[in-house]
T-cell receptor, first 116, second 110 residues
């Protein structure tokens, strides 16, 4: 199956700085990637759908200017948390639709962001 | 409106079968049942999915009732590494967005 790599696995930053998280599909060309966010003891919440070569589709309530998504190639999507604040501290997880079956997604290991 | 209902938590002894139920009484004809799990601090992992026939793979078995209003995920010989939150998701065929509910926290004990 597909292998999805996320980097960094964890990051600590100061409030007001921007953080970029990379999601790479190592062995599969992904036209679609999904970004999720998970707060402690809560379930995953879909933030946006990343489409290669076009603008991402954001879920209601997710600020597109704060969470910048770029999917410039079939193997890389990036999520940039701009002007991060402590409330943005969360576990960010990307996933790839591999085509092995509708809605069968391969997830990355996640990136834990802590904003001080 | 929740499409699925799962118990909040379950316990299972190591080596025994873990049977995780899911109710989806409003499932429509073209909706599949998907199961994912999330081990603590990791990304979710796909387990299995089915439409109406029972399915089995190397990880688990999925038993779907004839009326499709409920299903059971079976881990035949649970190990400590199967401790995780298990999510039952009902979704149309074709690419849709996976929406995760609260799932069932399965604790496998020695």
């Amino acid at each position: 199956g597909a292998v999805v790599s996320q980097h960094p696995s964890w990051v600590i930053c100061k409030s007001g700085t921007s953080v970029k998280i990379e999601c790479r599909s190592l062995d599969f060309q992904a036209t679609t990637m999904f970004w999720y966010r998970q707060f402690p003891k809560q379930s995953l919440m879909l933030m946006a759908t990343s489409n290669e070569g076009s603008k991402a589709t954001y879920e209601q309530g997710v600020e597109k200017d704060k969470f910048l998504i770029n999917h410039a190639s079939l193997t890389l999507s990036t999520l940039t948390v701009t002007s991060a604040h402590p409330e943005d501290s969360s576990f960010y997880i990307c996933s790839v639709a591999t085509g092995s079956g509708a809605n069968v997604l391969t997830f990355g290991a996640g990136s834990r962001l802590t904003v001080l | 409106d929740a499409k699925t209902t799962q118990p909040t938590s379950m316990d299972c002894a190591e080596g025994r079968a873990a049977n995780l139920p899911c109710n989806h009484s409003t499932i429509s004809g073209n909706e599949y049942v998907y199961w994912y799990r999330q081990i603590h601090s990791q990304g979710p992992q796909y387990i299995i999915h089915g439409l109406k026939n029972n399915e089995t793979n190397e990880m688990a078995s999925l038993i779907i009732t004839e009326d499709r209003k409920s299903s059971t995920l079976i881990l035949p010989h649970a190990t400590l590494r199967d401790t995780a939150v298990y999510y039952c998701i009902v979704l149309n065929s074709g690419y849709s967005t996976l929406t995760f509910g609260k799932g069932t926290m399965l604790l496998v004990s020695p």
